[in-house]
């Protein structure tokens, strides 16, 4: 059993550090329903975490959570052992924490570049006023904001279309994009809401060669939902499993794949 202050090294070499953020009895409710009832579990520094569960199962509704979005009725988030209160997402933002969404949220009409450069709007810190008075210092900041966007741009290798609007790229490219607007936001924390659904098997395995890079060149602690268990268990350091808003798996890929609540919800075996 592990203790939040632990520290470990993966099989790849990677270190794992301390209890980064931590969801305590997490209930939450619309109306009637219960999306999520009383789960805790911990996201570790450095980790790539994964949240999987079969449909209505509550993995959005805990990704939500996660960002802040929804402020749960029973429970709580501590964040660097901190009680995180409610917050508003720029304060989120400011936080370190950014996300993608299932449903692609970019400007369509814009270019690559200029999508990921909205993922920088939090260290645009000059305001119109003294852009006027000190036009150095604004003209400094945007240089600064141009290279970290570039070397994402080539980091994710999306040169060949950054000048393209995002209408009309394929699917797979657009949430390469996504991606690379929210690591522009240099974030500690990434949520990344079902990063390979409507994907085919070669933007899948793309995807998921860019998650783990992205975790190992900047350290980028990872938090991700999928539906479909397969494509994160080569991917992910440890796993929740939900069904039903309960919590019913918590491990390794090996641990979760044998777990008979894990097996039974995947082959849609009632439980009570
Ligand atoms: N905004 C909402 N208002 C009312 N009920 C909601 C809302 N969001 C989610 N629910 C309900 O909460 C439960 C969990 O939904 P949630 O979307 O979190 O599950 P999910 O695991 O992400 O499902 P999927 O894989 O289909 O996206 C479902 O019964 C859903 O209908």
């Known amino acids: 059993m592990l203790d939040n202050s632990d520290s470990y090294v993966t099989e790849d070499g990677r270190t794992i550090g301390g209890v980064v953020m931590e969801m305590k009895n997490i209930t939450l409710r619309f109306g009637g329903v219960i ?3 009383d789960i805790s579990f911990d996201i570790r520094e450095g980790e790539i975490r994964a949240i999987i569960g079969p449909n209505g199962a509550g993995k959005s509704s805990m990704l939500n959570v996660i960002s ?4 749960p009725q029973e429970g709580e988030v501590l964040f660097h052992g901190k009680r995180r209160p409610p917050m508003r997402p720029y304060e989120v933002a400011r936080q370190g924490i950014a996300r993608t969404f299932q449903n692609i949220a970019l400007f369509e009409g814009m270019s690559v570049l200029d999508n990921v450069m ?3 709007l939090n260290y645009m810190k000059t305001s119109l006023f ?4 000190w036009k150095g210092k604004a003209e400094a900041e945007e240089t600064e904001n141009r290279e970290v966007v570039e070397k994402i741009i080539d980091f994710l290798e999306i040169q060949h279309i950054r000048k393209t609007p995002v209408a009309r790229l394929p699917y797979g490219l657009k949430k390469r994009v996504e991606l690379a607007r929210a690591l522009a936001a240099e974030p500690k924390l990434l949520l990344l809401d079902e990063p390979m659904a409507g994907m085919n098997v070669e933007e899948k395995e793309d995807m998921s060669r860019f998650i783990l890079d992205v975790n190992d060149e900047f350290g980028t602690t990872i938090a991700l939902i999928e539906h479909d268990m397969g494509v994160v268990m080569d991917l992910s350091d ?3 499993v939900m069904d039903y808003g309960k919590k019913i798996g918590d491990g390794t890929p090996d641990e979760v794949r044998n777990n008979q609540d894990v097996i039974d919800a995947y082959l ?3 439980h009570d």
């Open 238 to 240: 440890r796993v929740v």
């Open 68 to 71: 802040g979005f929804y402020v």
């Open 35 to 37: 999306a999520i009832k």
């Open 130 to 133: 003294s852009q006027a008075l």
């Open 118 to 120: 909205t993922g920088r």
């Open 268 to 270: 849609g075996v009632s």
